[in-house]
């Protein structure tokens, strides 16, 4: 088995690419090691000493590291963690993985599916080629919350693409949406 690396707009984050799907369908964040009890896959990589995320793709892996830790140091454990699931036979997740957005209710259902189908098409396969993922988390009176994973989560970039890439597409297609704003899950 050969994993490709790519780095992101993220220096804390690296892609793994196992050249096989990983989830295939969906995505799964694992901010912390405490939040891996679903996936055997984000246990196995949380086991190297100093990664401080994982975050599941269709056909990827994001791994953050923490910032006291260097990734020639960290790299060959992740790859080596990786490799070793995928050879093992063990599944990726137990369950299902989510399919991203939050549900909404309300007046505003329509709104709401114009933002997540903009979203769906136009931002998320950009972000997923830097190992991210953003999803919608709500609408307020103009003002769309996004939920920003993986390599999209801490990255020093991530404020510009919201305002500057996604906000403006939102506005320019929706005339309701007025702001966007990230949250924290």
Known sequence: MFIQTESTPNPATLKFLPGQSVLGVGTADFPTADTADK??????????????????????????????????????????????????GAPVMEGEASSGHAMHDGEDGEIVGQIKELLDTRVRPAVAQDGGDITFHGFDKGVVYLHMQGACAGCPSSTLTLKMGIENLLRHYIPEVTEVRPVAV
């Open 39 to 88: 996936s055997p896959l984000a246990r196995r990589i949380f086991s190297v000493e100093g990664v401080t995320g994982v975050f599941l793709g269709s056909d990827f892996v994001t791994v953050t590291k923490g910032e006291a830790v260097e990734w020639d140091h960290v790299k060959p454990a992740i790859l080596g963690a990786i490799m070793e699931h995928f050879q093992s």
